[in-house]
């Protein structure tokens, strides 16, 4: 199976920017598609973005086009979140996660379609 680790959460004012890094260990980076997820308090987990094993294809969610990007490095096992104008209801602890594709295209975007996940890492945004 493949270990997650998040990194690049932090506490910033609206309209900064955040880089968010999530580092893959343990199996071929590659064979995995990737996603983004984030749950505020009290609300339920919610995909953020996600991207095929070869980045020809990504998703994002409508309250994010525009201002996220998501991107991978496949010969760094890492996948990347940057975050551009953050508003105060980006808040939430961020959460990367994998999950095995056959097809080098496929997309994923809901998180119950996730097998492997991160530990998290806290955004704040203050208004």
């Known amino acids: 199976q493949v270990q997650l680790v998040e990194s690049g959460g932090g506490v910033v004012q609206a309209g900064d920017s955040l880089r968010l890094s999530c580092a893959a260990s343990?199996?071929?980076?590659?064979?995995?598609?990737m996603g983004w997820f984030r749950q505020a308090p009290g609300r339920e987990r919610e995909t953020v973005a996600a991207i095929s094993r070869s980045a020809g294809r990504t998703y994002y969610a409508d309250s994010v086009k525009g201002r996220f990007t998501i991107s991978r490095d496949n010969a760094k096992n890492t996948v990347y979140l940057q975050m551009n104008n953050l508003e105060p209801e980006d808040s939430a602890v961020y959460y990367c996660a994998a999950r095995n594709a056959w097809a080098i295209e496929s997309l994923y975007s809901a998180p119950s379609l996730y097998a492997y996940w991160g530990q998290g890492t806290q955004v704040t945004v203050s208004s």
């Open positions: 343990g199996r071929t980076f590659s064979d995995y598609a």
